[in-house]
């Protein structure tokens, strides 16, 4: 086990696998910025499988248990099955998941990714109605072709899928409630996200947040809740459930009740960056490491004192240093 300099371990890792994605959601990739002229990483570029199952293998010795797979949209990755199974079969990896808008699942590709070993799905959905949630993916997709993706993975076997919503103020707002009643019951763990300032072409701003405390007292005044103690520590969302048994929601306030103090992630882009922070203006090179003719020994080194070297809370800091660049959140995935 390994600490930074405030006394936080390392257990997840997040990985993203790809920056392209099917979807221009306007607080994520914008049109504006991410439009047909954009031009998006070459193969070569993108870490290979051995690369990443490396990466993971060596973190694993650091205490990394937790692997989460991002984008982008991880599904747009060739073979993506192939690496699910690499790194599954890494001793000390109690927990593997993806996060996917399910727009390009079917119950085929959903049971081919079971066999191969994912645990856990995170999809993410902003709204239940049709003209909001096309209005924020931005290329007309529609809901029920995400509750379809959803359905693929429950016929799959699939437990504990969460869903994830991210809430702006002034878009989807409305459609908390309405998302709380489809999800009620159903064995899903719905997951309300406060607007975060992560990258800076969603040029966010603080008057378009609604607090987690907003979110939890809309909800309660119609389901009454009661709080639920934490999974595991570092765990983001805070978990509540609903009172007569109709399951759990999580509300994740990175902006409002800051996390920082407990957490222990990091996430490694497409290209090859670790960034030990979501909100970071830059990333440590792993890529140009692993090129390199480095043993484990040497590579196990360096990534121990990037992490030792680690000092980052942004969101308790957020808004002292002004005009501070961040990493895009399609670069890292979330």
């Not at 993506?80 to 119950?107: E, F, K, Q, R, W």
């Not at 409305?174 to 997951?191: E, T």
């Not at 809740?225 to 999580?250: C, F, H, T």
């Amino acid at each position: 086990m390994i600490v930074d300099k405030l006394g936080r371990e390392i257990h997840d890792l997040r990985i993203s696998i790809t920056d392209r994605c099917n979807f221009r959601c306007v607080y994520c990739m914008p049109k504006e910025k991410f439009g047909r002229g954009y031009k998006f990483l070459a193969r070569n570029q993108l870490l290979s499988f051995e690369e990443i199952e490396r990466t993971v293998r060596l973190f694993a010795k650091l205490g990394v248990r937790k692997i989460r797979i991002t984008g982008g949209e991880p599904m747009l990755r060739a073979d993506l099955p192939d690496l699910v199974s690499l790194i599954a079969s890494i001793d000390g990896i109690d927990d593997l998941s993806m996060t996917t808008n399910a727009s390009l699942l079917t119950p085929e590709k959903a049971k081919t990714l079971r066999n191969a070993g994912l645990g856990r799905l995170n999809v993410s959905l902003d709204s239940l109605n049709d003209a909001d949630f096309v209005s924020i993916n931005d290329v007309g997709c529609s809901v029920s072709r995400v509750l379809s993706g959803i359905d693929a993975l429950d016929s799959a076997g699939f437990k504990n899928t969460k869903v994830n919503m991210v809430v702006r103020k002034g878009t989807n707002e409305s459609s908390i409630l309405p998302m709380a009643r489809h999800f009620y019951g159903s064995g899903h763990i719905l997951r309300f996200i406060e607007y975060m300032d992560v990258g800076t072409t969603n040029e966010w701003k603080i008057s378009e947040v609604v607090t987690a405390t907003e979110i939890k007292e809309m909800i309660h005044s119609e389901m009454p809740l009661e709080s639920l103690q934490p999974n595991y520590m570092g765990e983001v969302a805070r978990r509540w459930k609903y009172v007569d048994g109709g399951g759990e929601i999580g509300i994740i306030s990175s902006v409002t009740q800051p996390f920082c103090g407990n957490c222990s992630r990091a996430r490694l882009s497409a290209v090859g960056k670790l960034y030990t922070c979501l909100f970071a203006s830059d990333g440590f090179d792993i890529r140009e490491l692993l090129r390199q003719s480095m043993s484990d020994a040497e590579l196990l080194e360096a990534f121990a004192k990037i992490w030792m070297a680690r000092d980052d809370r942004y969101s308790e800091t957020r808004g002292k240093v002004p005009n501070q660049q961040k990493v895009e959140m399609s670069h890292i995935g979330g």
